[in-house]
Structure formats: C-alpha cells, structure tokens
Nanobody, 126 residues
C-alpha cells in the first residue's frame, strides 16, 4: 500500500523541542524530485502548511510563524523529519505529513495540491 506514517508527537512545555518523522512507502524509488510537506490543523481551524522540502534540490519552505524555530530535513529517500524548537502553545495542533509528486512551488502551503497524506500525530504545548 502507498502510505505515509508520522511519529514523534507528544505533550511538551513552552520552549521545549520535539522531532516529528514521516516515513513513506509503496510509491517506489522512481520518484526522485517531488514535494514533501508538513501541515497542521488545530481544532476549529483550517489545515495550514508548516514547511516543505523539494526532495530533488533540498529547497525548503516555511510559513512565517515557524521560521527560525522549525527545520524540515530529508533524512533519506523515504523519511522526512520536522525538528521543532522553542515550541509555543499556538503550535498545538495535529501535524500531518503529505506528498505531492510534483516539485514544490510557490503554493506549497495549499493542502489541495498534495496527493498523499498521513494520519497525523498530535503535538500539545502548554
């Protein structure tokens, strides 16, 4: 089966760190240049793009609210991490990883552009 699986969520205090991981499977190594993204959704809010990486070039994209605090990294051909430092209560949300088989572009933050989604992992900051 083609799937993405997230891990690494949890409950932390303000200022602490968490690392999320997203492992993909079932879509083959033929895809060498595509977009892997992290999104989050808090209760009552729309899903928003947090960060993305173009797997072919390593180019990264971040939403303004996480710049300087979050780092997206492609670990290998199937794994993308999201290192989250200096966490704030407003970062509390369910975090999802996503895959678009096209390269990331100026609209990397739009959820409808992604074909494959994980089930999500909860991050709570208090």
């Amino acid at each position: 089966d083609v799937q993405l699986v997230e891990s690494g969520g949890g409950s932390v205090q303000t200022g602490e760190s968490l690392k999320l991981a997203c492992v993909g499977s079932g879509y083959g190594s033929a895809y060498s240049n595509y977009c892997r993204g992290w999104f989050r959704q808090a209760p009552g809010k729309e899903r928003e793009g947090v960060a993305a990486v173009n797997t072919g070039t390593g180019t990264t994209y971040y939403t303004d609210s996480v710049k300087g605090r979050f780092t997206i990294s492609q670990i290998n051909s199937i794994t993308v991490d999201l290192q989250m430092n200096s966490l704030k209560p407003e970062d509390t949300a369910r975090y999802y990883c996503a895959l678009d088989f096209r390269v990331c572009g100026g609209r990397w933050y739009v959820p409808s552009g992604y074909l494959l989604w994980g089930q999500g992992t909860q991050v709570t900051v208090s």
